[in-house]
């Protein structure tokens, strides 16, 4: 019996993560939507913020220091976008990588 409990954890372990998804009046917005579709679906943020992301080396663990980070490596444009889903929901931040929808995140307050 305990086998049986070991091979369904394994099964478990190996399902892929299941993204988050962001359900609005227009339908759904999921990764990989982009910022006119999210757009369309959802309405117009409460905040947005655009931003450079700091761009990593090849294997590295940290960003490529200045002055390199600006003249030889691209920019990394981020955008994130937030929307108020009322009283009793959580606020939802969309993060944008290149115009794509890279991840939605839930929390009381932004982040």
Request: aromatic share 10%; charged share 15%; proline share 8%.
């Amino acid at each position: 019996m305990s086998r049986l409990y070991l091979l369904a954890a394994l099964v478990l372990l190996g399902l892929p993560a299941h993204a988050e998804s962001l359900r609005c009046s227009g339908g759904i917005a999921a990764e990989g939507d982009s910022r006119l579709s999210v757009f369309y679906k959802c309405g117009q943020p409460a905040l947005r913020d655009d931003y450079c992301a700091p761009v990593y080396g090849h294997g590295a663990l940290y960003p490529v220091p200045e002055p390199f980070a600006s003249a030889v490596v691209p920019c990394q444009p981020m955008e994130e976008w937030l929307y108020d889903r009322g009283t009793g929901n959580l606020m939802a931040t969309v993060r944008f990588r290149s115009g794509v929808v890279q991840s939605i995140s839930y929390g009381r307050t932004p982040r």
